[in-house]
């Protein structure tokens, strides 16, 4: 069922690289393309299930991540982002299942990399190779991995951004919708993250045609309502600041479980802290964690440039 083009025996399995998406579970895999014009291009290959269970869903939610990036990919509206993953098109199979196909810029998520870095910290070592002079200076590593991990949410924030200029939300923004190409953090220079995971994408002003492409947001349109905004502008600034909320979460995400002693905390426990315990009072937050050992070089990173990064976080 593979199509022209595609060597199915060639397709490799990404270690541990199955996404839940609401109901939907679907499969990744890395290949290359044999033939054509783009011949010995790496990339990655996204299937959704086929039309059984669910299948209804995830045939709707393939075409609305197809849609979308024909949207942030339209060539006529300027250059596309580089901080969000590049779409070379899909196909069907002929047991039913919908293929999405990736140029394979890096297949290494946020999550994966966070996750490293904390037993990292915790070790007081880099990720990737040493420098000389880290063997006599334990800082040093840390001071790197501080770079590494702003410009991972500078470019996240960017496909952000990028994609409400074209009109689009995410919906879905989280450390395992956000890949790099290297977690070697003498590398920073080359780190290029991006945005993926565009099923629940939506436009900003719900205005496709589609209803069953639409019904997607309906969740998101109903908060909207609840929160007053009716009017057009109204729906598209509140979806934009519910992605800019997530993107906070993210943020919180990305600098205390890679700076935190392992076991100390994790998205769900991160996000409880902000939303019930503290109710998004940043200010006592800071004072919470500052006196908590374990995340002593979370703080410290938040703490830079006058508290530049608590501001953000508000």
């Not at 045939?59 to 580089?82: F, K, P, W, Y």
């Not at 904390?118 to 002079?133: H, K, L, S």
Request: contains cysteine.
């Amino acid at each position: 069922n593979a199509p022209s083009g595609f060597d199915r025996g060639d397709l490799t399995r990404i270690s541990g690289q199955e996404v839940e998406e609401g109901s939907v579970q679907t499969r990744l895999y890395s290949g290359r393309i044999r033939s054509g014009d783009r011949m010995g291009t790496r990339v990655l290959l996204k299937a959704y299930p086929a039309m059984t269970t669910r299948g209804t869903d995830a045939d709707v939610m393939a075409t609305n991540e197809l849609r979308s990036h024909v949207i942030l990919q339209d060539a006529s509206q300027g250059e596309c982002s580089e901080n969000i993953i590049y779409l070379y098109g899909g196909f069907q199979t002929r047991v039913g299942e919908q293929w999405l196909v990736f140029r394979d810029d890096g297949r290494i998520t946020a999550a994966d990399y966070a996750k490293e870095a904390a037993q990292a910290t915790a070790e007081g070592r880099a990720i990737g190779e040493w420098e000389f002079w880290d063997r006599f200076d334990k800082s040093r590593p840390i001071q790197r991995r501080r770079h590494f991990i702003t410009k991972l949410l500078r470019g996240t924030f960017k496909g952000l951004a990028f994609m409400h200029a074209r009109g689009c939300l995410h919906q879905s923004l989280g450390p395992a919708s956000v890949v790099i190409n290297t977690k070697e953090e003498r590398g920073v220079g080359y780190l290029m993250p991006q945005l993926r995971d565009l099923a629940f994408s939506t436009d900003a002003r719900d205005s496709t045609l589609d209803r069953t492409v639409s019904a997607l947001s309906e969740g998101l349109w109903r908060r909207a309502a609840m929160a007053g905004a009716h009017m057009a502008m109204e729906r598209k600034a509140f979806g934009i600041a519910d992605d800019i909320y997530a993107g906070g979460l993210f943020l919180a995400y990305m600098v205390f479980v890679p700076f935190c002693e392992m076991g100390s905390i994790d998205g769900p426990s991160l996000q409880r802290l902000l939303e019930t315990t503290f109710r998004l009072d940043i200010s006592a937050t800071h004072e919470y964690c500052e006196v908590d050992d374990h995340w002593v070089e979370a703080v410290r990173l938040l703490d830079l440039d006058d508290g530049a990064g608590w501001q953000l976080l508000q």
